[in-house]
């Protein structure tokens, strides 16, 4: 399995730390081996911030507000499109918003790294066709979550 993630930080003064693009790129390589996920894949991260994913999440959920991360799944029940060059599945795509995974860090004692990696990894869960609306789906998509943090090396 070939898995090629681009990130991109598409505003100015979006700082991340160090090492934060391993980071990403490792929970969605950790996400797709959990899951037994066998093709290519590729998966595009966008670094933001709260003004500009508050617009996304307006657009396209009709939410006015800030949020931490968005999904945009491009498969549906295992099927994905595939890139006519490479023929990798394109899983979708992923936005996160630093300042918000700065203050949730804060807000939940832990560090922005483990910030940075929950996010990748719930939102690699929503690509992969996971959801949490129900109590059912929520109980296993956060197990599914801790457990892959948990083989990442990234606790509480």
Do not use: W
Not at 38 to 66: L, S
Not at 100 to 108: I, T
């Amino acid at each position: 399995m070939k898995v090629k993630v681009t990130i991109s930080v598409n505003e100015k003064g979006i700082k991340l730390p160090t090492g934060a693009r391993l980071l990403i790129r490792r929970a969605c390589i950790a996400t797709l081996k959990y899951e037994n996920f066998e093709n290519d894949a590729e998966i595009d991260v966008t670094i933001v911030g709260d003004r500009k994913i508050k617009e996304i999440n307006n657009e396209f959920r009709n939410i006015d507000k800030a949020t931490d991360v968005l999904s945009f799944p491009l498969g549906e029940d295992g099927v994905y499109d595939k890139n006519p060059v490479t023929d990798a599945c394109m899983l979708g795509d992923i936005v996160i918003s630093a300042e918000r995974a700065r203050h949730q860090a804060d807000l939940y004692g832990h560090s922005l790294r483990r910030e940075i990696a929950f996010l990748t990894v719930h939102s690699m869960l929503h690509l992969l066709g996971y959801d949490h609306m129900t109590d059912e789906e929520a109980k296993e998509m956060f197990g599914l979550q801790e457990e892959i943090l948990k083989e990442m090396g990234i606790t509480r």
